[in-house]
C-alpha cells in the first residue's frame, strides 16, 4: 500500500498536475486499500480535522503582515539599514541581500515571499555591482532559507500543530540557527567577491546615517518584537500575535499613508489566494497521513531506522537524509505533514528533544526550496532576476552545500537549538 500510494504521487508530480490533484489521486488509490466504503465518512472527517487547528490560524495572519509591509513601503527602509551596516563590504550588495533577509525574516516566515520582494530590487544592483547574474539570484534564493528559520515560522507553526511542541520554544529555538545561516552565507560571499573581482562600491556609513536609517525600519523592526515577546512572554498566543501584528503594520501604514486602501484590498486578495493554497494541501496531506498510519508506515519507518537508535545524532542524520531527498520532489507543506507523523515515533525512541528535531525538520524542508528540479524559490529568483532556469539549477548547489553544512553543525551541537529556549521559557 505504502509504495503504490508514493508511486502514484511521484508519478503525478512527474506529469506536471497540480499538486493537491497529485495528493487527491493518492488519498483516492490509498482507500483502495483502505475500502472505498470508507472513502465518504473518512475523507471529510481527516480533512476538516487536518485544518480545524486554531494555532493553523496565525499562518493567514503572518503572510497577511508580511503583505502589509511589502506594500506599506516597509521593505525598502529595511533594505536602507541592511545597506548602512554592511554595503560598504568588499561584494557590499551581497552582504546586503542577506542582512535583508534576517530583517524581513522576522515579519514574513515565507522564504518565496522573501525571495520574491527581495530579488526584485537587489538581483539587478548585483549584477550592476558586477556578480553574474545566476550567482546573484541563487544568492537571493539561498538568503531567503532564513526567513522560515527566524521567527516568525509558518513551518514552525505546522509542526508545532502535529506535535504539540510550544511555537515559542521553536521560535527562540530558530534564532541562533537562521544568525549562523547568514553569517554562513556571509561567508560565502566574502570568497565569492574576490573570486569575481567584486570592488567595494561606497563608503563606510557614519554612525549618524546609521541612526537615521535605524528610525526609518524601527516601524518594521517592531513587528517580530510584538510577535516573539508576546509568545515567549505568554501574554498572547501565536493567533493572537500575528493579528497585532497585522493590526500594527495596518494602523501604521494608514496612519502615515505609505498603505493605501488599495493596497491594503491587494496584500488582503494576495493573502486569500496563498492561505487557500496551502490549506487545501494541509486538508488533503491530512488524509494521506492517515492513510499512511492505517497502513503502519510509522512503524515500518522505525523498524528502518532501528539501528540509529542508540544515537540522536545518527538518528537526525538519517531524518535528513530521508527529509531532503522527500522535498526534492515534493511541495513543502506536504513533505512536513507527511513525514512528521511518521519521524516523530523514531525521534522519540532515540532521545531526540523536540525542539531540536523541529528546527532540523524547518531547516530541511527550507532548503528543498532551492533545490532542483521542485524548489520553488529558484523559480521566483529566475523568474524575477531574468536567469535562465537551467543555469540557476547548476549554480544553486554550492549555497545548497553551504546550507547543508549548516545544518550538520546544528544537529551536532544541539545547543544552537536548546539553549535559548531552556532559558527564556
Known sequence: ??????????????????????????????????????????????????????????????????????????????????????GHFRGGLGHVNVTASVFFAGVNGSAVADTSALGTLLIPGMRQAGFPGTYAAGLTAASSLIGPIVPPSIFMILYASLTGTSVGSLFLGGVLPGIALGLAFMGMNVVYARIYNVEKNQRRAKLREIACAAYAALPALIAPVIIVAGIVLGIVT???????????????????????????????????????????????????????????????????????????????????????????????????????????????????DPVHLGIVMTLNITIALITPPLGACIFVAA?????????????????????????LVIILIPGLTTWLPSRLM
Open 1 to 86: 500500500m505504502i509504495l503504490t500510494m508514493l508511486a502514484v504521487m511521484l508519478i503525478h508530480v512527474v506529469l506536471g498536475l497540480p499538486l493537491f490533484l497529485s495528493l487527491m489521486a493518492t488519498a483516492v488509490v490509498g482507500f483502495s486499500f483502505v475500502g472505498f466504503d470508507q472513502m465518504a465518512r473518512i475523507m471529510p472527517q481527516q480533512a476538516f480535522g487536518g485544518i480545524d487547528v486554531f494555532s493553523l490560524m496565525a499562518i493567514p495572519l503572518f503572510i497577511l503582515a508580511g503583505n502589509l509591509m511589502n506594500n506599506g513601503q516597509m521593505t525598502p527602509r529595511l533594505l536602507a539599514l541592511a545597506d548602512r551596516l554592511v
Open 238 to 352: 501565536p493567533t493572537e500575535s500575528g493579528a497585532l501584528t497585522v493590526a500594527y503594520v495596518l494602523i501604521w501604514g494608514l496612519w502615515t499613508r505609505n498603505l493605501s486602501v488599495r493596497n491594503a484590498w491587494i496584500a488582503l486578495r494576495e493573502t486569500s489566494i496563498l492561505t487557500s493554497a496551502v490549506f487545501v494541501i494541509i486538508a488533503i496531506s491530512s488524509i494521506v497521513s492517515w492513510q499512511l498510519a492505517f497502513a503502519n508506515a510509522p512503524q515500518a519507518f522505525v523498524g528502518v531506522l532501528e539501528p540509529f537508535a542508540n544515537s540522536p545524532t545518527l538518528t537526525l542524520i538519517a531524518i535528513s537524509g530521508v527529509t531532503f531527498i522527500t522535498g526534492m520532489f515534493m511541495e513543502e507543506v506536504s513533505a512536513l505533514f507527511l513525514l512528521t507523523p511518521i519521524i516523530l515515533p523514531v525521534a522519540q525512541i532515540a532521545g531526540v
Open 383 to 407: 523568474a524575477v532576476g531574468k536567469v535562465d532556469i537551467t543555469r540557476l539549477f547548476v549554480a544553486i548547489w554550492p549555497f545548497i552545500a553551504v546550507a547543508l553544512g549548516v545544518l
